[in-house]
């Protein structure tokens, strides 16, 4: 009688020790909103810039996007089928890389309509790093999955953007391929100026109507490096990005200007500001000044920080053999 009692004890307590288990698996299965992942190991998490991560029971089918370098990776990587909105700049093709590719993608996102956003009934918003915070958070109480992207400047912050993003839409493999055909086109490009030494590199300065912007770490730079020219803002040493006088500008005495060909409102010809800068009695003692050496480059190219950027390497090569 007492080895039964005892038996029936083990088999109670067994059965407690399993219950308890159960409701710490289910416990453990709730997100913050209360929602259970039954088959965790058919989804995936991906982490974003700021370390908020998000579960996906399956790829995300309705994608919104709030930039236009995030606009130019997503359309890579699943296409007009599941990026449903995207931000108002890249249907301008004077600053993006795709216009002529979303015209059939029908919403444009603007972070201050929040209600127009919460419309889209997107399963992923992806937004720049610098969106208001509280946007952000208003979204995510609103139960909108918003993945934070870090704005990239140099060609491996864009891949690891790239495969990232890739992470979260559930395409790593197309992600990996792109990076795969951008180092590709760059080793093509390396082998070519390969030869050049450092006297040989010109010295190239980018020249807006106000003068020069300097940054101490700028994507631009980084295009004339792998060009095989040299960015002239280099010998310079700010800690901070600011505009550049004629003074400094001079001094640097660049061998050649560049000048985006983006005529942002319609009343700033590239054509008139490259004839203007060449007139300018201030450069003529320049080498870009007396040799007449302006190069009209394609904006979209030169501003944008996605998988195109190795476009505006190939421009630069290509005008700067």
């Known amino acids: 009688m007492f080895s039964r009692l005892k038996s029936m004890s083990a088999n109670y307590i067994m059965v407690f020790i399993v219950a308890i ?10 997100n913050m909103q209360g929602t259970v992942h039954k088959d965790l190991s058919k989804g995936y998490v991906a982490t974003d810039f700021r370390g908020n991560k998000l579960v996906f029971q399956k790829k995300p089918q309705r994608i919104a996007s709030f930039a236009v370098s995030t606009d130019e990776m997503l359309l890579e990587l699943v296409g007009t089928e ?6 108002p700049w890249s249907d301008s093709p ?19 309509n929040l209600e127009a956003v919460l419309a889209l009934q997107a399963d992923l918003v992806v937004m720049p790093d610098y969106v208001n915070e509280e946007v952000v958070r208003t979204l995510q109480e609103a139960g909108v999955k918003v993945y934070i992207c870090r704005t990239p400047s140099k060609i491996a912050d864009i ?3 790239l495969l990232n993003l890739g992470k979260a839409v559930g395409e790593e493999e197309r992600a990996k391929q792109v990076v795969t055909t951008m180092n590709t086109r760059l080793q093509i490009i390396k082998n070519k100026v390969a030869q050049k030494t450092e006297a040989k590199r010109l010295r ?9 912007y300097y940054a101490p770490d700028s994507s631009f730079r980084e295009i004339c490096q792998l060009a095989g020219v040299k960015d002239a803002t280099e010998d310079l040493h700010y800690e901070r990005a ?15 200007f560049i000048i985006e060909n983006w005529n942002y409102d319609g009343k700033h010809s590239p054509e008139e500001l490259k004839k203007s800068i060449l007139k300018n009695g201030a450069y003529a003692t320049t080498n870009a000044g007396r040799n007449k050496k302006a190069i009209l480059m394609p904006a979209n190219h030169l501003l944008t920080v996605s998988q195109y950027m190795v476009d505006a390497v190939e421009d630069m090569a290509k005008a700067l053999p």
């Open 21 to 30: 288990v159960a409701v710490l698996l289910l416990f453990c299965g709730l």
């Open 242 to 256: 600011c505009t550049l006088s004629q003074e400094e500008i001079i001094a640097l005495n660049p061998d050649v």
């Open 94 to 112: 004077a600053v993006s890389c795709i216009a002529d590719k979303i015209k059939n993608i029908p919403y444009r996102c603007k972070s201050q």
């Open 204 to 212: 190239v300065l980018r020249i807006q109507e106000n003068g020069s």
């Open 82 to 87: 599941r990026l449903i909105a995207v931000s």
């Open 159 to 161: 891949q690891s953007a």
